[in-house]
């Protein structure tokens, strides 16, 4: 059994462009090639501008160019329970916490960063508070990141690949 399995993930908020036929592409041969799984999967969680008359030029899209699939297209939204239980389980593991931070508060938070020539990224406010469960507030979920020593991604084609863990 082959477990090559690779996918393109467009986002269906406009038309197929071709740095996305090019991505699927390579997919496409590479499954191909090892006799892997191609699938189509669509990222539409962003709820505002996702279409399903772009799902369809997408798949219309691919088509004219000759990439079948052989899996999807699956639609990321159909799995956002599955997506919310393995991020409760990252929360329960003690590998995530809350963040409470209101969108206003980050932009104000990113554009002070910048203007002192900072690196823009999140501070990291909400991970050592205690929130145990956000009740009638948006939340995000984030991982707890090592802010020490490196992490290291062993990548197939490029080998090691080495991260400064930065608190």
Request: glycine letters at 8%; a negative charge.
């Amino acid at each position: 059994m082959n477990d090559v399995r690779v996918r393109f993930a467009p986002s269906p908020t406009g038309f197929l462009h071709i740095g996305g036929v090019r991505t699927a592409l390579f997919n496409w041969l590479f499954a191909r090639h090892t006799g892997g799984t191609f699938i189509l999967r669509i990222e539409d969680t962003d709820r505002d501008r996702s279409t399903d008359e772009a799902i369809q030029v997408i798949m219309d899209g691919m088509n004219w160019v000759g990439l079948d699939w052989d899996e999807g297209p699956i639609r990321q939204t159909d799995r956002l329970e599955l997506y919310r239980e393995k991020a409760m389980d990252l929360f329960h593991q003690g590998l995530a916490y809350w963040c409470i931070c209101t969108p206003e508060e980050l932009e104000h938070r990113r554009k002070d960063a910048q203007a002192r020539g900072e690196s823009i990224k999140y501070d990291g406010r909400c991970r050592n508070r205690e929130i145990s469960a956000p009740t009638e507030q948006l939340a995000a979920l984030r991982f707890i990141s090592p802010q020490e020593g490196q992490t290291i991604v062993n990548d197939l084609i490029k080998g090691d690949i080495v991260f400064d863990n930065l608190g």
